[in-house]
């Protein structure tokens, strides 16, 4: 590994640690505190999504974790390498290395095949892709008869699915995917997690999504819920008509969520009967 590691994490099950991670935008009356004090960990080999209204900090939070912004105070793991400090070569090097993403509008370059696109950061970085593994991840993701095709001649669904293979191709230690269904139809979006949720289970892949629907996030082994830049409560094995009662709750009953977790269970019904 080329990257210097400063500290090591105290558990090698964890993708990515967050402690006491603060980010602050602006200064002076104009200041945003989008993270406040977040400690999180991702654990390796699952599926976590970020839930939370629009501006409660999740965009913010990926991109902390995934070295893509600075901090303004608090620390920041992947793996056991503490990136809070490191230069900006070495964050991207780290990027590069050990980081996929998956992005709402694709970011596929038009006039690569899909084949050219999923290898491209692997062919800027220089190394050569493990050739059963790209092979797994195609026929995973089936790609196999398209992957001559340009991403204009793709459906949304197979272009996403190319971003896909491409954040999966170096075999990264975790995935980032921003609001990934986001551009899509239903039923293609509903492949796209499924090959999501194939990455986790079938490849041993960790992927930590932002998404506002709580179809996406039942696809989740865990979601997180952010509300004023805080992890104000987290649901273990969701399911879509749970999460959207969890929302409904924040947004209706609590526009502003309490400092303390009040509210924990799986099911509508749980959170009906904790609010009467
Ligand atoms: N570059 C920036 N400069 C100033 N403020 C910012 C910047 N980026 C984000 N913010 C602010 O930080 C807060 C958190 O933003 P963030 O994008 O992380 O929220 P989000 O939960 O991802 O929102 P959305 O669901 O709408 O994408 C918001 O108040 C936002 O306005």
């Not at 900006?88 to 992005?103: N, P, S």
Request: charged share 25%.
């Amino acid at each position: 590994m080329t990257t210097p590691a400063a500290h090591e994490t105290p558990d090698g099950e964890v993708a990515a640690r967050a402690r006491g991670l603060t980010k602050a935008y602006g200064s002076g009356e104009t200041a945003v505190l989008a993270l406040d004090a977040v400690d999180v960990d991702i654990a390796r080999g699952r599926f976590t999504a970020v839930m939370g209204p629009s501006g409660s900090g999740k965009s913010t939070l990926m991109h902390c974790l995934a070295g893509l912004d600075t901090v303004s105070a608090g620390q920041v793991w992947l793996g056991g390498t503490e990136i809070t400090g490191l230069k900006e070569r070495e964050l991207t090097r780290l990027r590069r290395d050990r980081i996929g993403f998956v992005f709402q509008s694709f970011n596929l370059i038009p006039t690569l095949t899909a084949a050219e696109n999923i290898t491209l950061p692997m062919d800027i970085a220089g190394r050569k892709p493990d050739a059963l593994w790209l092979d797994r991840v195609v026929d995973t993701l089936g790609l196999r008869n398209r992957l001559n095709h340009r991403p204009a001649q793709l459906s949304g669904g197979q272009q996403q699915r190319v971003a896909c293979a491409r954040a999966l191709a170096s075999r990264p230690e975790l995935i980032f995917a921003d609001e990934p269904t986001g551009n899509l139809d239903s039923g293609a979006g509903l492949e796209v997690l499924g090959f999501l949720r194939g990455a986790v289970d079938d490849l041993g892949q960790t992927v930590v999504m932002v998404t506002h629907d709580p179809g996406a996030a039942a696809h989740s082994d865990l979601v997180l819920y952010l509300a004023d830049g805080r992890i104000v409560d987290e649901m273990e094995q969701p399911t879509a008509d749970a999460v959207l009662a969890r929302m409904h709750l924040f947004t209706r009953a609590n526009p502003r969520p309490p400092d303390v977790v009040v509210v924990r269970g799986r099911t509508a019904d749980d959170v009906v009967a904790q609010e009467d």
